[in-house]
């Protein structure tokens, strides 16, 4: 570079002025007309909010469904077609196991799709197991929700 | 501490990776388990053989490894959402973290009888 082309080269003095200003620095991870409109919500955010706090109510739910289901009045030994009809002719029961069953499929859901994220790294085999998965979640939650409204004590 | 480069995430690593493991394992159970409870929408007595291998002492024992993962998953859980949000909680996630093993190891112990007192009846004779 020659004398005249660079304005200042005193340690002190800048080197750009008006007629020779610095370079525009984009700030990092700017986001530009370019960016895909996908990135610009906040999925992300909301997912992990949404384990933390569906992860508080399935406490509950989870560990008390297991302390009636294998701890109290027997055990394994008492559940059958009979023991569901009297646990489903309570409407407080039936909400029990919808709001465990739609939140711990979502809540185990988005864990796993956190999980292929990670994992599974070809574009194409990450898709095929996340269509997979959310067919299958999709599939027993309302196979679930069908089978809580429609239950029928007197099948037989 | 000179073990540095050798291990980098030590506790806090593997209490990740169970709880990854475990909540997998419940995802896959969950799965099956409304596949199976569907079975009350076909017969009573669709429903009551299926629940029959329940009652056998492999599916017994499985289900208190069941019990294991789901009281792992849901203590590390609650850890990991104290480290997350209570202020104080980075600083005492190891502290917390063998709170968490007790607490199971208890809650293990605890469960062991009332899960098992089937299959030790059946094996055992009462
Ligand atoms: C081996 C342990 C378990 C046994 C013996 C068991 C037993 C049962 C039984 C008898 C029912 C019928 C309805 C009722 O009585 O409430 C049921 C329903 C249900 N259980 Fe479990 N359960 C177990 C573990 C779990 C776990 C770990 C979860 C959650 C992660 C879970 C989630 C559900 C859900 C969502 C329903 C409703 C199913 C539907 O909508 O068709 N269960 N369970
Ligand atoms: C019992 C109460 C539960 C609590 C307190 C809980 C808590 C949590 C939390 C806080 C996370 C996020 C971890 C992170 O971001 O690093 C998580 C992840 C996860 N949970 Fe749960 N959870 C519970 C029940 C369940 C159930 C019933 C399932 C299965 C249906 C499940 C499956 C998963 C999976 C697959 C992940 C992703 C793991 C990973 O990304 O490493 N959880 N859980």
């Given at each position: 570079?020659?004398?005249?082309?660079?304005?200042?080269?005193?340690?002190?003095?800048?080197?750009?002025?008006?007629?020779?200003?610095?370079?525009?620095?984009?700030?990092?991870?700017?986001?530009?007309?370019?960016?895909?409109?996908?990135?610009?919500?906040?999925?992300?955010?909301?997912?992990?909010?949404?384990?933390?706090?569906?992860?508080?109510?399935?406490?509950?739910?989870?560990?008390?469904?297991?302390?009636?289901?294998?701890?109290?009045?027997?055990?394994?030994?008492?559940?059958?077609f009979?023991?569901?009809?009297?646990?489903?002719?309570?409407?407080?029961?039936?909400?029990?196991?919808?709001?465990?069953?739609?939140?711990?499929?979502?809540?185990?859901?988005?864990?796993?799709?956190?999980?292929?994220?990670?994992?599974?790294?070809?574009?194409?085999?990450?898709?095929?197991?996340?269509?997979?998965?959310?067919?299958?979640?999709?599939?027993?939650?309302?196979?679930?929700?069908?089978v809580?409204?429609?239950f029928d004590?007197?099948i037989r | 501490?000179?073990?540095?480069?050798?291990?980098?995430?030590?506790?806090?690593?593997?209490?990740?990776?169970?709880?990854?493991?475990?909540?997998?394992?419940?995802?896959?159970?969950?799965?099956?388990?409304?596949l199976d409870t569907a079975l009350v929408r076909v017969s009573p007595e669709a429903y009551d053989d299926v629940?029959?291998?329940?009652?056998?002492?492999?599916?017994?024992?499985?289900?208190?490894?069941?019990?294991?993962?789901?009281?792992?998953?849901?203590?590390?859980?609650?850890?990991?959402?104290?480290?997350?949000?209570?202020?104080?909680?980075?600083?005492?996630?190891?502290?917390?973290?063998?709170?968490?093993?007790?607490?199971?190891?208890?809650?293990?112990?605890?469960?062991?009888?009332?899960?098992?007192?089937?299959?030790?009846?059946?094996?055992?004779?009462?």
């Amino acid at each position: 570079m020659s004398a005249e082309t660079t304005p200042a080269t005193a340690d002190d003095v800048s080197l750009y002025d008006v007629d020779n200003p610095a370079p525009v620095i984009e700030a990092p991870r700017k986001r530009t007309k370019k960016t895909p409109k996908s990135t610009r919500t906040n999925f992300e955010l909301y997912g992990w909010l949404f384990m933390r706090l569906s992860g508080i109510v399935l406490v509950v739910l989870v560990l008390g469904h297991l302390l009636i289901q294998l701890v109290l009045d027997g055990g394994v030994t008492k559940i059958g077609f009979a023991f569901v009809a009297g646990r489903w002719a309570s409407p407080f029961w039936q909400a029990w196991d919808l709001i465990m069953l739609w939140l711990a499929m979502l809540h185990g859901a988005n864990g796993l799709r956190t999980v292929i994220n990670d994992y599974a790294e070809r574009a194409n085999t990450r898709f095929w197991l996340k269509m997979l998965l959310y067919t299958a979640t999709v599939f027993t939650v309302l196979l679930g929700t069908l089978v809580i409204f429609t239950f029928d004590p007197n099948i037989r | 501490m000179s073990a540095g480069t050798l291990y980098r995430g030590r506790e806090g690593m593997w209490s990740w990776v169970a709880h990854r493991v475990t909540g997998v394992l419940i995802f896959f159970f969950l799965f099956v388990h409304v596949l199976d409870t569907a079975l009350v929408r076909v017969s009573p007595e669709a429903y009551d053989d299926v629940v029959a291998t329940y009652k056998t002492p492999v599916v017994n024992v499985m289900e208190y490894g069941l019990v294991a993962a789901i009281l792992f998953h849901a203590l590390n859980g609650l850890r990991v959402i104290a480290v997350d949000f209570w202020s104080k909680g980075p600083r005492y996630q190891k502290q917390m973290l063998w709170t968490v093993v007790g607490v199971w190891v208890v809650l293990m112990a605890g469960a062991f009888y009332p899960v098992l007192s089937h299959t030790l009846h059946t094996l055992f004779g009462s």
